[in-house]
């Protein structure tokens, strides 16, 4: 299965391609169908493949070291055919340490908590070739990109039975259509790798080539992402190469040594997730992530990849005291290994599928993670906007008549916009942990937290940069997110459930058709302010351009007071009609509309030659275009 140039990419650290490699890959050999394994275990004394085509008998197919120095194990089992379970049993060089160990490269496994891995062949005719074609032209940074994050045990669950999961199978005849209906642009899956603990949502993943079995197959997962597909959804994975559980049967200590993590705890465990981190300047191990992470655009077309928790990769002293992290070799707090792993993995994602994305959970003030590694950056294709998302919920957090006083927690994250290619995030790390709903942050009564959110909303995707939203959001969830139940659908008999719904419906459409929300999201040209200065009156208000149509004209009004004559400079005479308005009565707002066209009048203010004179309804946001 391997040649000596396989070989040699793999001692250098470039070999990504090793899921057509090691693990369990099923082959005709000699003309007799059966299954070759391989495993990396370089200080194991003897491995043996054992599982249901020998009676987990872990004495009699005991696998050959190679003789190259790679520190591989290899062997061609007749009887072992896809659907069987297998382990490799290691016994190790040192410490008489003997152990039964999952398959790092297993394309499936049982359910937890079985634990063993599932031979398993990867076909699947695929029928998202329209897609594939013009997903480039769709990924491109001056497109739309609307996320519908979501977690795939508890967004849907079986009314006869909620404590069972809806299959990958079930979720592929309804999540589809709604997400297209809906507007959104993309979804992003919380990670779906094989994880041993429900509880983590996925992120502490053991099965770094395997979806979970919860939900099916791997061709039930293949045929939910052609859905997908063939709905115009482009597919973004969660995915996890920051640290992995301690589970004995998973990747630590899994010859008898620390293979994958660091030997040293200072760098190789992670205190606050209990976990291992891996060892970014191992080889092997830099191989076997950077694979992962090609295997699932390969395999399964996987249009993006999001990385969780960048910031705990790129500092050695993250979430540690003094003395509990080891400084690199030029006595900084900087993770070298790391940071060349991430432009690693970045160049060889855009090298071998430049019509995908990848996107960094990175919450420091670390320079140029979506600049490109040319030039010095981290390579990446987008940032969580994490100040953004921080500074905006705090404000709007606050009881209206005092945000006048937090004024600048809204106009603060221009300055800074077009620094990266930023996600503005409103992702489920706010809606988790006692923080509440997105709803229930909102302050006021009932109609004030509806008003309140489809404000947050509105601005949010008049906001330069790329949107991003939990599940749930678009209809109001009241309660925090919880892993073990579906989201409360019921809501959706309520009316200004159902009107929260129609203006997230209303926005994502809005925003795909509209050019000045998001062509120039990452360039001064498309964003100018009005008046960043009203905070008496906690109004803000400023243009969007695009070089395709005239300016929208956004104006946002941060208190219950309406302002039935508020003045503002326009660039030119207008007319200006409304187009959106979040406090229309379809929406649950109060009516309040400026329904017939309003000419600009010639009367200089803030700037420009002509100004304004409209009704500002409460809290509320308003886009208006001239024609």
């Known amino acids: 299965m391997f040649t000596e140039q396989d070989i040699y990419l793999f001692k250098e650290g470039r070999h990504f391609n090793l899921y057509r490699h090691l693990g369990a890959q099923v082959i005709t050999h000699g003309g007799v169908r059966g299954t070759y394994f391989g495993v990396w275990a370089p200080n194991a004394q003897s491995v043996a493949v054992m599982g249901d085509f020998n009676y987990w008998n872990h004495r009699t197919h005991e696998l050959n070291p190679r003789s190259d120095g790679s520190g591989i194990w290899e062997g061609y089992v007749s009887r072992a055919m896809p659907g069987q379970n297998y382990k490799f049993h290691i016994r190790s060089r040192f410490n008489n340490y003997q152990v039964d160990k999952g398959d790092p490269f297993a394309f499936f496994w049982e359910t937890s908590p079985k634990t063993a891995s599932k031979i398993w062949k990867m076909d ?105 597909h063939q709905h115009d959804i482009g597919v973004i994975l969660d995915w996890v190469p920051s640290h992995f559980p301690t589970d004995e049967y998973g990747l630590g200590y899994f010859d008898g040594t620390h293979l994958y993590e660091h030997m040293d705890p200072r760098k190789g465990f992670h205190p606050d997730w209990k976990s291992f981190i891996f060892n970014y300047g191992r080889n092997e191990v830099v191989n076997f992530l950077i694979s992962s992470a090609l295997f699932w655009l390969d395999k399964y077309h996987i249009d993006g990849l999001r990385l969780d928790a960048v910031a705990s990769m790129l500092y050695l002293d993250y979430s540690r005291e003094d003395g509990e992290w080891i400084p690199n070799e030029f006595s900084g707090r900087e993770n070298l290994e790391a940071i060349e792993f991430l432009k690693l993995l970045n160049s060889a994602v855009y090298r071998n599928f430049p019509d995908t994305q990848t996107f960094a959970e990175e919450s420091t003030s670390w320079p140029m993670v979506s600049k490109p590694t040319y030039v010095g950056g981290l390579g990446f294709g987008y940032k969580w906007n994490m100040g953004w998302m921080n500074d905006t919920l705090s404000y709007m ?37 006692g923080k509440g709903s997105l709803l229930n942050k909102m302050p006021g009564d009932s109609w004030q937290k509806f008003a309140n959110l489809r404000l947050l909303l509105g601005y949010m995707y008049a906001h330069p940069g790329k949107k991003l939203t939990f599940m749930g959001t678009e209809f109001g969830q009241w309660s925090e997110w919880d892993h073990d139940q579906s989201l409360d659908w019921h809501l959706l008999d309520i009316e200004p459930h159902q009107q929260l719904m129609q203006w997230m419906k209303r926005l994502n459409h809005f925003y795909r058709n509209n050019s000045q929300f998001h062509e120039l999201d990452f360039s001064q040209e498309g964003f100018a302010w009005i008046d960043c200065h009203d905070a008496d009156n906690s109004v803000l208000s400023f243009l969007r351009y695009s070089s395709k149509a005239n300016p929208i004209l956004v104006l946002a009004n941060f208190t219950p007071v309406p302002r039935p004559e508020y003045r503002l400079g326009v660039p030119g005479p207008g007319p200006w009609k409304e187009v959106l308005n979040s406090d229309w009565l379809e929406f649950g707002g109060s009516g309040v509309a400026n329904s017939d066209p309003l000419p600009a009048e010639n009367i200089s203010f803030h700037g420009y030659s002509h100004s304004l004179c409209l009704c500002l309804p409460p809290l509320s946001i308003v886009y208006l275009e001239t024609s």
């Open 124 to 228: 699947y005719t695929w029928k998202d070739d329209q897609w594939m074609e013009k997903r480039g032209e769709i990924n491109r940074l001056d497109r739309p990109l609307a996320i519908y994050e979501m977690h795939l045990g508890s967004w849907k669950r079986d009314p006869g039975d909620p404590s069972r999961f809806l299959t990958y199978l079930e979720l592929a005849d309804t999540l589809p259509a709604y997400l297209s209906q809906m507007g959104y642009t993309h979804v992003e899956f919380l990670p779906i790798c094989e994880h041993p603990f429900y509880g983590s949502w996925g992120y502490q993943a053991l099965g770094f080539f395997a979806p979970s079995s919860r939900y099916g197959t791997p061709q039930d997962f293949m045929q939910l992402i052609d859905r997908l």
């Open 397 to 433: 957090e606050n009881d209206p008549i005092h945000r006048r006083f937090h004024h600048n927690q809204m106009t603060f994250s221009i300055w800074y916009a077009y620094s990266e290619n930023f996600i503005l995030p409103l992702s489920h790390d706010e809606v988790v942990h």
